[in-house]
Each structure stands twice: as structure tokens, then as C-alpha cells.
């Protein structure tokens, strides 16, 4: 069966500083991976996609990025974090045919 | 970009009552998803429809996708305490496209 990893579950961090979130995937090959934020109390907003190695599609211009170093590694990254980065991050995977998603537990990301 | 409107924001229900969201889209949808995010967890994939009229049934969870495929609707009768959360539709943004776009959620309190 798949599953999905995502670290760490909580952060804080000051503003300016820099960001890596990691999110793998196992037991499936080829997973379109994508990263979402939700700010408190708000819908899914799709932040990156990727549909391989590689290959990233950016939604939304803002001071993040994305990396998928590895077929089944997903990582978001900032070099300096800004207060409207805090959020809830969502790492999320489908299977390449398909486009129903199954989210990773998330990262609650305060800075401050 | 394509958008799903999704209503209402929020319900309040007495334990033992039905609840229902709807979704709704200008545009013909290829398939409509359903999404459950438990009040500080990540949203978790419920179901899927893509035919036209379909209905599917999960214990007291009912789910209908319009005869044009513009619309859905997710019904819960007799609601209870775990019914909690949010409730997200999300489908695809566009023809063969591997990226989905989520409603705004309907968020369900029930008062026991």
C-alpha cells in the first residue's frame, strides 16, 4: 500500500529565515506530487505540481519553490520566510492516471 | 481558471439531523471529488463521481453529481459527532489535467 511522509508536523520560525519542507512517497512509481497551503479557517491553495523529476508547475507566484530531487521526494523551500508564509502546508500525491489526492498529515508553519 | 463554488460555508446542526453541501460550476466538470478534513487534520479523500446522475451511497453519506455534470451535492443523514470537519469538492482544473481545484469547504459543527 502507499503511503505518504511529511515533516516535520509543527515550525516556527523568524521572519527571513530560510524553509525546507520534505514529503516522500512510498509503495507507488511515478506519483504526480503537489504542495497546497491552507491558511486558518480557509479552502486548498495549490502552490506546486509536479508530474515528474524535475518537472515543477508554480500556481502561485510568491517567494516559494519546489524541488522533486527524487521520483517520490517532494520538497518546498524558501530563502527568506515572510509573516503571510504561515500557514498550513499540505503535501499531497496521485496516482500519475488519476487525480484523486491523498494528503500527508501536513506542516503548521508559524513565523514570526 | 475553473472554480467550484461550494455552499454554504458553515453549518451548525443538531446532533440527528441531515446535512448537506453543495458544489456548483459554470462549466461542465469530467468528475466531481469529496474531501473530509477533520477539524486539525488534512483533508482525506472520500469518493469520487464521474458519470452523469450518478449516486453513491456510504453508510449515511450520499453523494450526487448533476445530470450536466455542473453540480454535487453530499448529504449526511442523521448527523452525528464524528461527522465533524470540513467538507471539500474539488475537481479537475481542466480537460486531462492531473491538477484539481478545491471549493472553499463547507465547515459542519454538530451539537450533540
Known amino acids: 500500500s502507499q503511503t505518504i511522509h511529511q515533516w516535520p508536523a509543527t515550525l516556527v520560525q523568524p521572519v527571513g529565515s530560510p524553509l525546507s519542507l520534505e514529503c516522500t512517497v512510498e509503495g507507488t512509481s511515478n506519483p504526480n506530487l503537489y504542495w497546497y497551503r491552507q491558511a486558518a479557517g480557509r479552502g486548498l491553495q495549490l502552490l506546486f505540481y509536479s508530474v515528474g523529476i524535475g518537472q515543477i508547475s508554480s500556481e502561485v507566484p510568491q517567494n516559494l519553490s519546489a524541488s522533486r530531487p527524487q521520483d517520490r521526494q517532494f520538497i518546498l523551500s524558501s530563502k527568506k520566510l515572510l509573516l503571510s508564509d504561515s500557514g498550513f502546508y499540505l503535501c499531497?500525491?496521485?496516482?500519475?492516471?488519476?487525480?484523486?489526492?491523498?494528503f500527508g498529515q501536513g506542516t503548521r508553519l508559524t513565523v514570526v | 481558471g475553473q472554480q467550484v463554488m461550494q455552499i454554504p460555508q458553515y453549518q451548525h446542526v443538531q446532533e440527528g439531523e441531515d446535512f448537506t453541501t453543495y458544489c456548483n460550476s459554470s462549466t461542465t466538470l469530467s468528475n466531481i471529488q469529496w474531501y473530509k478534513q477533520r477539524p486539525g487534520g488534512h483533508p482525506v479523500f472520500l469518493i469520487q463521481?464521474?458519470?452523469?446522475?450518478e449516486v453513491k451511497k456510504q453508510k449515511r453519506l450520499t453523494f450526487q453529481f448533476g445530470e450536466a455534470k455542473k453540480n454535487s451535492s453530499l448529504h449526511i443523514t442523521a448527523t452525528q459527532t464524528t461527522d465533524v470537519g470540513t467538507y471539500f469538492c474539488?475537481?479537475?482544473?481542466?480537460?486531462?489535467?492531473?491538477?484539481?481545484?478545491f471549493g472553499k469547504g463547507t465547515k459542519l459543527s454538530v451539537i450533540p
Open positions: 463521481l464521474v458519470k452523469s446522475g
Open positions: 474539488a475537481s479537475p482544473s481542466g480537460a486531462g489535467s492531473y491538477q484539481l481545484t
Open positions: 499531497a500525491w496521485s496516482f500519475w492516471t488519476n487525480t484523486e489526492a491523498f
